[in-house]
Structures are given as C-alpha cells and as structure tokens.
T-cell receptor
Framework: EAGVAQSPRYKIIEKRQSVAFWCNPI?????LYWYQQILGQGPKLLIQ????????DSQLPKDRFSAERLKGVDSTLKIQPAKLEDSAVYLC?????????????FGPGTRLTVL | AQSVTQPDIHITVSEGASLELRCNYS??????LFWYVQSPGQGLQLLLK??????LVQGIKGFEAEFKRSQSSFNLRKPSVHWSDAAEYFC?????????????FGRGTSLIVHP
C-alpha cells in the first residue's frame, strides 16, 4: 500500500512570495490533515478535511494560508504572501475517518525556507 | 485547552540501556494519548496509543507506555534501546471539541543512542 505522498520535498522562497504544497493521501482515506512543524516544536494542526469539506480550520492563519481538497482526494496548501516565520516543515496526514480511533499516517513533509 | 509537556529536549542513553521518556498533559478529563516517532527526513509513525482500560499499553518496536491519571502522565519506556531507536519522539493528546478531533503535540524529545 502506497503511503502519503507530498511534493515538493524542499522549497526555498523569499518573503512575500507565494508557495503551494501538494498532498496525495492513502487511497480510500476520507480524512486529511495539514500540520505545521516549526524547528524544535511538535506538529501543529492547521486544517482538517473530511472528504472535500473542512472539519476544522481554527488554527489556520486565514489571512495568508489557504487549503483545498477538490474531489475529496488530493489537497493543496498555499501561503500567500509568505513571511519569515512560515519557515517550517509542512506535514500532511490521512486517516480512514476522523477521530482519535483512526490512526493518522504521515507523509515525509515539505521543508519550507523563507528568506 | 489541552496541552502537552515533554520536559526533556534531549535524552542520551547507551545501546542496551533502558529508556524512559516523560510526557505530562493538561486536560480536564482523560484525553486520548499517543506516542509518535519521527526519524530524520520522515513523517511521524504511531508507536502506541491509550484510550481507556489497561493503563499499561504495548506498542510497536518493543515500546510500552503507562498512563497515570494521578500524575497526568503518559511516559514511554523501552527495556533495551537499539541504535536504530535514535530519533525524535512526540507525545500527543487528542481531544474532541465541538465535533472536531483536535490533536495537540508536545515539542518532542530527541533520543541519542551511544554505542
């Protein structure tokens, strides 16, 4: 079974530029999560999708971050414009359904550096 | 709001020695509790989880954790560490609020294994 795929693996941009990350979850997984992991910290949940609907985005900085999951499969996370403090690893995870009982499977992440 | 504290940023052990990683949580009730491992350049992998019942839970790779309600702790243990266990370890709590499942991670403990 293929795991969660993310691209690109690394991205370097200058502040005020835009960037987008892509995630392909495990086939059949209805729930998709995006996390931000700043160096020296644990992952912080940004947004959670159930199929193509948003379940929770309370920790997403909506003035610059956006995410979508068209057709309930792949998802993209966008930052526009980027700030220095957005430098982090962005992790995507998926699970069969939402909730603690359903194990989350994580992708390798995209490491973003904002100069 | 829930929170997770991992008091040790780094832990160094010799190969073959026992290991205990500490985790304390703050939440009004008993949350769902998890331990994850993250190897360099990879996503997180679930080691074990506690929902209810027996307070000593067994996980993969020979790890176990004990839930102690009186101490609000969920410490991770392994009787004999292998060099391949060197990685970052994250404790997490999961809370359902307003119909949404929100996982919160600690900042992580880096395990260094000496030969």
């Amino acid at each position: 079974e293929a795991g969660v795929a993310q691209s690109p693996r690394y991205k370097i941009i200058e502040k005020r530029q835009s960037v987008a990350f892509w995630c392909n979850p495990i086939s059949g997984h209805a729930t998709l999560y995006w996390y931000q992991q700043i160096l020296g910290q644990g992952p912080k949940l940004l947004i959670q999708f159930q199929n193509n609907g948003v379940v929770d985005d309370s920790q997403l900085p909506k003035d610059r971050f956006s995410a979508e999951r068209l057709k309930g499969v792949d998802s993209t996370l966008k930052i526009q414009p980027a700030k220095l403090e957005d430098s982090a690893v962005y992790l995507c995870a998926s699970s069969t359904l939402a909730g603690a009982y359903n194990e989350q499977f994580f992708g390798p992440g995209t490491r973003l550096t904002v100069l | 709001a829930q929170s997770v504290t991992q008091p040790d940023i780094h832990i160094t052990v010799s190969e073959g020695a026992s290991l205990e990683l500490r985790c304390n949580y703050s939440y009004g009730a008993t949350p769902y509790l998890f331990w994850y491992v993250q190897s360099p350049g990879q996503g997180l992998q679930l080691l074990l989880k506690y929902f209810s019942g027996d307070t000593l839970v067994q996980g993969i790779k020979g790890f176990e954790a004990e839930f102690k309600r009186s101490q609000s702790s969920f410490n991770l243990r392994k009787p004999s560490v292998h060099w391949s266990d060197a990685a970052e370890y994250f404790c997490a709590v999961g809370v359902t609020a307003g119909g949404s499942y929100i996982p919160t991670f600690g900042r992580g403990t880096s395990l260094i294994v000496h030969p």
